[in-house]
């Protein structure tokens, strides 16, 4: 049973342009919710996180929007760089049992030069 | 800047034999963690651990054991290895319970033939 789901396995864009991933769940539950990059042969590395107390949360070129009601969040990468060719794992945890993350299966982004 | 260190980065087993996978981390972190990372899945929690001599299940702990016997160490133990525990598998850590991101290792590679 998948908690938490990204439905699209790979994305590719542009350099410069803005790239989207996009991640559902379905435990009403979660009130934390994080991304992680993750490059080959590395370890995953924590990105940007948000609240549920929150719908909007920026950190530099990276944006992620919580819509509670629709149990969807998303990471807006502007603007995209072929450095930030990886794979985008979304995470979520429930406060009252905070020390389990549920993650996606992942988002391989391409970001073409 | 260690972080958290896993040893060994590559391992092939025979089915049956047993092993350790070493986690250390040096950032004074309370809390650990064990994933599996089955390919084209998410991160599944095997075990966590809150502290020192504490240990619980995660979600797919059966066929591993662990042990916690200082802050720094958190060894993942399998005792009769099957092919089902192919995977790749990454310890992770935290300084608290809610709302802390988790700080993860390079992750060990293990195929059992």
């Known amino acids: 049973d998948q908690q938490v789901k990204q439905n699209s396995p790979s994305l590719s864009v542009q350099e410069g342009r803005i790239s989207i991933l996009n991640c559902d769940y379905t435990?009403?539950?979660?009130?934390?919710f994080l991304w992680y990059k993750k490059y080959p042969a590395e370890g995953p590395t924590f990105l940007i996180s948000i609240s549920s107390i929150k719908d909007k949360n920026e950190d530099g070129r990276f944006t992620v929007f919580l819509n509670k009601s629709a149990k969807h969040l998303s990471l807006h990468i502007v603007p995209s760089q072929p450095g930030d060719s990886a794979v985008y794992f979304c995470a979520a945890s429930a406060g009252n049992t905070g020390n389990q993350f549920y993650f996606g299966t992942g988002t391989s982004l391409t970001v073409i030069p | 800047n260690a972080g958290v260190t896993q040893t060994p980065k590559f391992r092939i087993l025979k089915i049956g034999q047993s092993m350790t996978l070493q986690c250390t981390q040096d950032?004074?972190?309370?809390?650990m963690y064990w994933y599996r990372q089955d390919p084209g899945m998410g991160l599944k929690l095997i075990y966590y651990s809150v502290g020192a001599g504490i240990t619980d299940k995660g979600e797919v702990p059966n066929g591993y054991n662990v042990s916690r016997s200082t802050t720094e160490d958190f060894p993942l133990r399998l005792e009769l290895a099957a092919p089902s525990q192919t995977s790749v598998y990454f310890c992770?850590?935290?300084?608290?319970?809610?709302?802390?991101?988790?700080?993860f290792g390079d992750g060990t590679r293990l195929s059992i033939l």
């Open positions: 435990n009403s539950m979660f009130d934390y």
């Open positions: 950032m004074n972190h309370n809390y």
């Open positions: 992770a850590s935290s300084q608290g319970r809610v709302n802390q991101p988790q700080h």
